[in-house]
């Protein structure tokens, strides 16, 4: 008997509806440019130009020497959860068990566990936009329902107010991410501890994605929602990364801190898909920690002169505004002032910038906010120089 050929692949319907990552795609267009001998100008990338310090390194090659080359438990092995653990007790006065903690592979393996851990089908997930790629494409995967909060009106700065208001019976779970990615703005504290008290009278939950918790600029402090009371602490997860901290992107680290039924659920999850992180990466991921911090301060000064440089010289561009971000390494200017009317959308700035300028920006479309671009500034102080100047022509001349 003949099988019947198919036509293409069945992809899953849970996965039919994921769309793919478009700041990936950045990066893949100036990869192909670069590998054509194009001068590019890369302002797409999401992660440090900088090296992974020497210390963290040295503690993988120790630890491969040393043999810690084979599984270890799912959560992570102990002495990365107490580096955790002390962390947010040194800094934020948190007093976090070991049954709450979790390394996994990234901060986004922590978002994932922790959405796929709680959403049923039909459930509301608010996020407030802007919003990094991923956060909705995690709710498809485990069947919620995205709610999209505006926050353009406040210069992208969330107010516990928006948030009330887009509250239904449905609402089950808040994601937020301060600092932000893409906007670079922070969630004021006394908003931030305004908003759990919703959550609390609502019953509901919040993941607090930190990925970029150290990189903030003075006078803005360092604030996690570790910081919480202990009862609102309860209702949060609290998803942290070594990637942009530490220069460690390649080595997927990262971690979750959660009660200990959220955190008993994710196990199971990461359990029976990726298991552990690799055993090297936690060895450098404890070193990161307990070791010398000056590298960390280093990289934020660095990011402080950029940021400095780059939000000036982008004000200076007609048409153009960019409020000033307060963490993370990202500028997110309004280009609907720029090209004299010509072009119609972002996407339309993004792709003449790419096509006449081979500059890679990405498109504010892509983290629900069209009409603007997103610029990293991890890179170079003289690459950036020559992208502004490239991004001017453009936002002068109309593409
Ligand atoms: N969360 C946000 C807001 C991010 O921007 C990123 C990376 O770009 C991540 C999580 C993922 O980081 P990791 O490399 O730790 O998975």
Known sequence: MMTKPTASFPVSENVAEMKASSTLAAMQAADTMRAAGVDVVDLGAGEPDFDTPQ???????????????????????????????????????????????MATAGGKQAVFNAVVSLINAGDEVLIPKPYWVTFPEIVTFARGKSVFIETEENEFVLTADVIRRAITPKTRLIILNSP?????????????????????????????????????????????????????????????????????????????????????????????????????????????????????????????????WLLGALNEIPGLHCPQPEGAFYAFPDVRGCCKGKLQTSGDFANALLEKEQTVVTDGAAFGAEGFIRISYATSLDRLEEGVKRIRRVAEGGG
């Open 55 to 101: 210390n963290i390194k040295d503690a993988a090659a120790e630890a491969m020497r040393a043999g810690k080359t084979k599984y270890t438990p799912t959560a992570g092995i102990r002495e990365l959860q107490q580096a955790i653990i002390g962390f947010y007790q040194r800094e934020f006065n948190a007093a976090y068990e070991r049954n709450e903690v």
């Open 180 to 308: 932000s990615n893409p906007s670079g703005r922070v969630i004021p504290p006394a908003e931030f501890r305004q908003i759990m008290d919703i959550v609390a009278e609502h019953d509901l939950y919040v993941i607090s994605d930190e990925c970029y918790l150290r990189f903030v600029y003075p006078p803005t402090e360092v604030f996690s929602a570790a910081s919480m009371r202990p009862e609102l602490r309860r209702r949060l997860c609290i998803a942290g990364s070594f990637s942009k901290t530490y220069a460690m992107t390649g080595w997927r680290a990262g971690y979750s801190l959660a009660n200990a039924e959220w955190t008993r659920a994710m196990l199971k999850v990461q359990g029976h898909s990726t298991s552990n992180t690799t055993s090297i990466s936690q060895a450098a991921a404890t070193e990161a920690l307990n070791g010398p911090q000056d590298s960390v301060a280093a990289m934020l000064a660095e990011y402080t002169r950029r940021r400095e």
